[in-house]
């Protein structure tokens, strides 16, 4: 997956990396799927998750991939989710 867009500000290509950090409290992210095209037909456009971010939370944002969908002219075939959660010290650095 890779991440586009953070409350509808569009991250610049430099940005968009593995890591990101963000204030507590409910955000909107645009992601895109990046699963190899000899899984699916054709590429689908970005998705949104919202989600609610905690203080001293790591979250982790991934696509689930529907092999029973992968042929489908829609982009139904993967959804954004959060797929773990840990605990994880912030700073003001």
Do not use: M
Request: with cysteine; hydrophobic share 35%.
């Amino acid at each position: 997956a890779q991440l586009t867009e953070v409350d509808g500000n569009l991250l610049p290509p430099s940005r968009r990396k593995d890591s990101i950090t963000l204030k507590a409290g409910k955000h909107k992210l645009l992601i895109h799927e990046k699963i190899p095209s000899k899984l699916k037909r054709r590429a689908g456009s970005g998705k949104l998750i919202e989600f609610l971010v905690v203080p001293n939370k790591r979250y982790f944002l991934g696509v689930k991939f529907d092999r029973s969908k992968r042929f489908s002219k829609t982009d139904k075939f993967w959804q954004p989710y959060v797929w773990k959660v840990e605990d994880y010290e912030c700073s003001l650095d």
